[in-house]
């Protein structure tokens, strides 16, 4: 199987003063301004997203309402069939970015991904990425990967469309995507699709170089891991590689959405199952609270935004009042420093046989 490596924090593990050389943007030559010609509407499947300057990832427009619900102040996918409870609101956007940002602090590099990966992005390949969370915004690690590689065509699945300001494709059944109908001067592509709801992805097979899904763990049940896995196994190249990062963050009380998937044998298992090879798996791990210095203040404030987040929904299922919930959470704060506590990130991949 694969070989286990653990990175852990240490009290005197200090965080930089400034951005880290691994995190900042790969330095190139800025490609020459091009006027792009009005497109047809529906002419072409593809996310035209403004990659830096403004955000305009965090902003709505109205045709974009009725994709959200509202409960107790906070934004949700207004979404049927699916088990995702947390909000994909501005503020647990906020918590995303900070918690990318350590995880990748944490493992010391800017982009993430099998070492094999790394000279194909450069050469350029085809990459997928399964599912961005709360939305995107400006830094975020699949569009910095598209900026970075910019002979490599990057893909985003996601069950909202959560860029407003920018045309992408919706697909409710099977609809391959024609590739050579991308624009030559765009690399990234944003598609709508419930992959749950569809039991396939939008892509023929055989199709990408490099597939990563990250921190899902909250996103499937259980009896959801063996459609997807398939689903990833299928539209994966023979020689490709599939990659999964979670962090085992499993708070009480939480039924079927977190059982032990997070387990670094559980993702080995998983990965096994479905006929990888060479899977490797790698941890850090990130303490949380004071002791940790700041990276471990930043990761205990990751989890308060987490436990907020996830306040309406475990609320109601717990059957508890706020107040009660408010000072349960104090509780667990306090623990966190006194104990020392701390949580593992788990990197896992794996290559798709030559011959499958």
């Not at 190139?28 to 792009?36: G, N």
């Not at 072409?44 to 902003?59: R, W, Y």
């Not at 910095?144 to 469309?161: G, H, P, R, W």
């Not at 609320?315 to 020392?340: A, F, G, H, N, T």
Request: proline share 7%; glycine share 6%; with cysteine.
């Amino acid at each position: 199987m694969g070989n286990t490596v653990s990175n852990e924090s240490t009290d005197s593990a200090k965080m930089p003063t400034k951005i880290p050389k691994h995190l900042q943007p790969i330095k190139r030559k800025s490609p020459p301004k091009k006027s792009t010609p009005p497109q047809a509407s529906g002419s072409k499947p593809i996310a035209k997203l403004n990659l830096g300057g403004t955000n305009v990832f965090n902003q709505e427009s109205a045709s974009s309402i009725v994709q959200f619900r509202w409960s107790q102040g906070r934004r949700f996918p207004n979404i049927e069939n699916i088990e995702y409870f947390l909000p994909n609101d501005q503020t647990e956007q906020d918590r995303h970015r900070v918690q990318f940002y350590v995880i990748r602090w944490a493992f010391g590099s800017r982009h993430i991904v099998p070492p094999e990966i790394k000279p194909k992005l450069i050469e350029g390949i085809k990459v997928l990425d399964i599912n961005c969370g709360p939305g995107l915004w400006v830094g975020h690690p699949i569009l910095d990967m598209a900026q970075d590689f910019e002979k490599s065509t990057f893909y985003l699945v996601d069950i909202c469309n959560l860029l407003p300001q920018t045309s992408s494709t919706s697909i409710d059944s099977y609809t391959p995507v024609k590739l050579e109908e991308r624009q030559e001067e765009k690399n990234f592509t944003f598609i709508t699709h419930n992959i749950i709801q569809n039991k396939q992805l939008p892509f023929e097979s055989n199709h990408f170089d490099f597939i990563q899904q990250n921190l899902t763990a909250f996103t499937y049940k259980q009896e959801d891991w063996p459609l997807i896995l398939k689903e990833l196994l299928r539209v994966t190249k023979p020689g490709g590689y599939i990659q999964l990062i979670e962090v085992d963050l499993t708070p009480h009380h939480m039924g079927p959405r977190t059982e032990l998937w997070l387990e670094q044998g559980k993702l080995e298992q998983m990965l096994s199952n479905i006929g990888l090879v060479d899977i490797q798996c790698n941890f850090v791990s990130i303490p949380v609270g004071s002791w940790g210095l700041d990276i471990g203040h930043l990761w205990k404030e990751n989890y308060e935004a987490f436990f907020e987040s996830a306040k309406p929904f475990l609320i109601e299922m717990m059957e508890i009042s706020s107040r009660e919930y408010k000072k349960q959470m104090r509780i667990v704060m306090e623990e966190l420093d006194e104990y020392k506590t701390f949580t593992n990130v788990y990197l896992i991949w794996g290559r798709v046989p030559d011959e499958q």
